[in-house]
């Protein structure tokens, strides 16, 4: 990954959508988090073979994203400490968004969400998932419908 060149992200924007993953899912003492699940380079190929639309969308959200962050940090490319700013404030506009940018940030909360749990680190990690296979038993459930 480290002589990536991106298939749909402009390098720019490969950078900065980096930085939003992984502050979105971030390396903690329970999760290995977008980091290591590499959700840009999930998010640049499933970008790549999307629709039109869909790329059109990316885009127009992440020229926002951009336009947000030369407007707020001076720089559209900000370091990691800037962009745990932009989240923050994206964020806090997400239930009433009124920029394009604050409209965009569900698009990158479910990219980050769907590249990470899709990962081997986070769907075998992380969510413990195990394989196709048949269970005689679900020891983490407790519905009684399903103790018998």
């Known amino acids: 990954f480290e002589n990536y060149n991106p298939l749909f992200f402009s390098e720019q924007h490969y950078l900065l959508s980096r930085y939003l993953f992984y502050v979105i899912i971030p390396t903690d003492a329970q999760s290995p988090g977008a980091a290591a699940a590499r959700v840009e380079w999930f998010a640049d190929t499933l970008l790549h073979y999307a629709d039109g639309g869909v790329k059109q969308r990316w885009q127009s959200g992440m020229n926002a994203v951009s336009a947000l962050a ?17 989240v923050a404030r994206m964020a806090r506009n997400e239930a009433s968004p009124s920029t394009e940018a604050d409209r965009f940030f569900g698009d990158l909360k479910r990219m980050a ?22 269970v005689d038993e679900f020891p983490g459930c407790t519905h009684p419908e399903h103790q018998s």
């Open 70 to 86: 030369s407007k707020e940090l001076g720089t559209p490319t900000p370091d990691r400490a800037g962009v745990e700013r932009l």
């Open 113 to 134: 969400v769907e590249g990470f749990c899709l990962s081997e680190i986070g769907m075998k990690d992380y969510l413990r998932y195990q394989g196709n296979r048949a």
